[in-house]
């Protein structure tokens, strides 16, 4: 009877195992197909057609080019390597201006051969329009749509991933935010998470230390909601009043709330590798007449380097995916940041405030799993950066 | 039929007979709470029916219609050409009704000079090409434009309106939420931003808006929004299916009745009708 337990206990055991391994594998393995999925679309959105006149020997434009041309960035075609000859922009909204309900007929029949007809009838016109709509015997100019490239995607300055004709999906701005945003965070709390670490390995009572340790761990539970909260309603206000900034939202009110929310980690285990520091090294250098400053500063802090730079670097992945509290503060502009002043966008933002809106299965859905891939990839790195450092300091003290 | 059947058969009917009555209506987020409170007062009416609400957006609502999935869809934009012909391809008609109307204002900080601001000057200040406060007749100060996600009705709507479907510009600083705006509106000196009608308090100002280059300003109330003087304001609508005329047409006249209108109103929407101008004044009156 009590074999079969243990059997059985062991058999749950293993099967746990790897039932959260095969679904961790599946969820991975589902961000990834469906991130791919983006460099299977195409340019131009699904089932459209941009066409233009007869003429017009316009072949290929990219998706930046058609933004420009359909926000009136771009009048002329001449810009684009033919004469010099306004720009007509034509979307199916706009087909009233042009024809009356009659004209078109009561099932909408004759709409494509007059959109055809307009098109012919004027140069300068591009008209975006449903592919199923033109007659074929149009004699219309298409513009050729290629699928989206990879590196558009990732050096792309641009994120619009909601323009019509032509989406864009530049993903640098999105990922020089996180990375910025990250970057800053950890040098805030660095100094901090290390000094309070070492005053309450080493310098605080027991009492304080009873007291102060609840409390930091105290941090990690509070909601990162409402860390956002506290970063618009009292941070912002006070970075604007401080820096004189025309706009408080900014790169720097995101990393000190970051900041603030990677203490409590970079604390705890930075703490915990210092009182793990073995006695017999710390009653060596004591017993060598060195002082107890010395003895922190030039035996416990080295020796126990390998754990604060995981706490450090476990600090760092809780900044690179947090997303709420960033969403609320950092103003979400999706620029290249140049400063840190400057408002920014990260990649968790983004996945937050869009996907709720993203069509299923389009390329702007796609494009946020890709974000996801991203972002897995560096906070993969983050945890490797981890195993690496760790290991290496158990050789060391063994 | 012994006992048992007849408890089974009655205990189907229970199960069955309210999915066969039941009214199916979906579509835009924005018409949600409105379409929500509707249905709850209908049904204190007509307690014997049952309504099911769900979101999801316009898009959404309008293409449940021809698949049947909904009696009828919320939209808080008017029908597409491209979604007219998808109808038409299938043989259907559509009807719409405009249950209410929404109003957009857009607000800068209280302590900014400028009242008002045509379409164009709005469009260039969105899109970046005018970027300090001086250009449009302010003080020496960096304009810092507010937006909603992409995700939001608000943001699409006031594109189509306000921008003429250009894009915003890219360094435009998004926010989650409407709260979110009116909070950065409100401590930021050169900031602009738009929010719905009902969400307008004393922390932002309200700027006045002409759609004829100048001529004719309004300020955004309940009143010029309904009169037709503010020009942000857009229509939101129901659609169904002419067939289905017959099971539709009592909430969709209860939601246009004076009853109905009344919670258009609570909702910080703008009503249909206005009974006269006189209680459109009085209307905004008691708002402040």
Known sequence: MKRVLEHAVRWLLTASGFVTSAVILLIIGFLFTEGAGLFREHVIEEGYVLALNRDNPVKEMSAAEIKAVFDEDIVSWKDLGWKDIPVETFRLEDIGRYFTEAELGPQYEHAGSAIAGLVSSHPGMIA?????????????????????????????????????????????????????????????????????????????????????????????GIPSVVYGFFGLIVIVPMLQRVFGLPVGESGLAGSLVLAIMALPTIVTVAEDAMRNCPRSLREASLALGATKWQTISKVVIPSSMSGIASGVVLGIGRAVGETMAVLMV???????????????????????????????????????????VILFFITFFINLCVEFISSRGKVRNS | MNRRHLFISFFAAICLYPQAEAQRIKGSDTLLPLTQELAEEYLDSHPDEEIIVTGGGSGVGIAALPENTTDIAMASRRIRFSEKMKFADLGLDVREVIVAYDALAVVVNPSNPVDSLTREQLEAIFRGKVTNWKEVGGDDCRIVVYSRETSSGTYEFFKESVLENKNYMSSILSMPATGAIIQSVRQTRGAIGYIGLAYLNRYVKPLAVSYDGGSHYAYPSVGTAASGQYPIVRPLYYYYDPRKEAEVSSFISFALSPEGQESVLEQGFIPVRMESPAEARQMDASEE
Do not use: C
Not at chain 1, 353 to 362: K, N, V
């Open chain 1, 128 to 220: 975006f329009v449903p592919e199923s709509m033109i007659p074929q015997e149009a004699g219309l100019n298409f513009i050729e749509d290629s699928t989206i490239s990879f590196s558009e995607v990732i050096a792309g300055p641009e994120w619009f991933p909601t323009a019509t004709p032509a989406p864009l999906f530049g993903m640098w701005p999105l990922l020089a935010g996180t990375l910025w945003v990250s970057l800053f965070a950890i040098l805030i709390a660095l100094p901090f998470g290390i000094s309070i670490a070492v005053y309450m390995a080493e310098v605080a009572s027991e009492k304080v230390r009873n007291f102060l340790k609840p409390v930091i761990e105290l941090l990690n």
């Open chain 1, 330 to 372: 950092t103003g979400n502009a999706a620029v290249v940041p140049t400063t840190i002043l400057e408002p920014l966008r990260t990649i968790p933002a983004t996945i937050a405030a869009e996907l709720g809106e993203a069509p299923a299965g389009g390329a702007h859905y796609q494009s946020l799993f890709l974000l996801g």
